[in-house]
Nanobody, 123 residues
Framework: QVQLVESGGGLVQAGDSLRLACAAS????????MGWFRQAPGKEREFVAA????????RYADSVKGRFTISRDNAKNTANLQMNTLKPEDTAVYYC????????????????WGQGTQVTVSS
């Protein structure tokens, strides 16, 4: 069993940056693909980014490519999402998740989820 806890959300202005962190307990994260997802009010949860077990491979949604960077520190059992040049449409609850499958895993294939952290970007 893996417990995931997100932190780092908040209220920022358009163009600002935020760094989200995901801390894990219960099991080492090095055996899992890590992903970040988000869900805006009235919308379905959507994929944001994923990183492979070793950190060698990453994948991003087109909407965040070039602005967001996913990373991980297996020694510290953490995963992070650096978000730059934030836009109002980035406003959502952000979730980190862990999957046994690869970075191409679908949302439903992620095995463990955090509770989420709110990110609000004002215009």
């Amino acid at each position: 069993q893996v417990q995931l806890v997100e932190s780092g959300g908040g209220l920022v202005q358009a163009g600002d940056s935020l760094r989200l962190a995901c801390a894990a307990s219960g099991r080492t994260l090095s055996t899992y693909t890590m992903g970040w997802f988000r869900q805006a009010p009235g919308k379905e949860r959507e994929f944001v980014a994923a990183i492979s077990r070793s950190g060698e491979y990453t994948r991003y949604a087109d909407s965040v490519k070039g602005r967001f960077t996913i990373s991980r520190d297996n020694a510290k059992n953490t995963a992070n999402l650096q978000m730059n040049t934030l836009k109002p449409e980035d406003t959502a609850v952000y979730y980190c998740a862990a999957a046994v499958k690869s970075i191409w895993a679908q949302t439903i294939e992620y095995d463990y989820w955090g509770q989420g952290t709110q990110v609000t970007v004002s215009s």
